[in-house]
Structures are given as C-alpha cells and as structure tokens.
Nanobody
Framework: QVQLVESGGGLVQAGGSLCVSCAASGGTFSTYVMGWFRQAPGMEREFVAAINWSGGRKYYADSVKGRFTISRDTAKRMAYLQMNSLKPEDTAVYYC??????????????????WGQGTQVTVSS
C-alpha cells in the first residue's frame, strides 16, 4: 500500500505564508490524484485542493482559490501546498491524500485510498 507523510506545518501570523509537503512511498504505481484536505476542531474534514498525475489539472476549494497553490513532483512522489495570505480560519490539521484509481469526484473524502497522519497549521491574528 501507499504511505503518505506530511511535514512543514507550524505557526504563522495572519497574512503570512507556509508550505506543507507530502511524501509518498510504497505501492506499485504512482498515485493518479493527490490532494489536500483540512479539518478544524469541531468541524468536518473538508476538501482544499487536488492535482492529477502530471500536474496539468488542479482543483481548489473556493475558500482557498487565489491564495493556495498545489503542486507535485511525480518522479519524486511528492506533493506540496503553498499557502499564502493566510487567515485565522485556515487553522486546521492538513491531511495529504492519494487516489490510486480514477473516481468521478476529486473533492469527496470517499474518493481517496490513502491518508497521511496530518500536520497542524495554526494562523494567529
């Protein structure tokens, strides 16, 4: 199976920037789609961004579009989420996820096969 490990979370002031990373290992094939979800205390886990195998197709939640950028290095089996203009409401545990075969929706949790342990991002005001 594929294993995913996130890193790069931390504390940042509102308006600042942070980049979180995800390293994939194991499995026979590269993931078809890699994505990021986030979960704030007392809230459901929500979709943030996703990217296909080549990096040519990207999808973002409306709440982060224009501020966050997802990217991946398929050869290195890495995914990244560059977060700019951070707001306190971005505070959450950010989870990396991977999809090993094609499904119709990239924004549903049930579409993904593997999940990382999460990394905490805290934005102070």
């Amino acid at each position: 199976q594929v294993q995913l490990v996130e890193s790069g979370g931390g504390l940042v002031q509102a308006g600042g920037s942070l980049c979180v990373s995800c390293a994939a290992s194991g499995g026979t094939f590269s993931t078809y789609v890699m994505g990021w979800f986030r979960q704030a205390p007392g809230m459901e886990r929500e979709f943030v961004a996703a990217i296909n195998w080549s990096g040519g197709r990207k999808y973002y939640a409306d709440s982060v579009k224009g501020r966050f950028t997802i990217s991946r290095d398929t050869a290195k089996r890495m995914a990244y989420l560059q977060m700019n203009s951070l707001k306190p409401e971005d505070t959450a545990v950010y989870y990396c996820t991977g999809m090993n075969w094609r499904r119709e929706s990239w924004s549903l949790k049930s579409s993904y096969d593997y999940w990382g342990q999460g990394t905490q991002v805290t934005v102070s005001s």
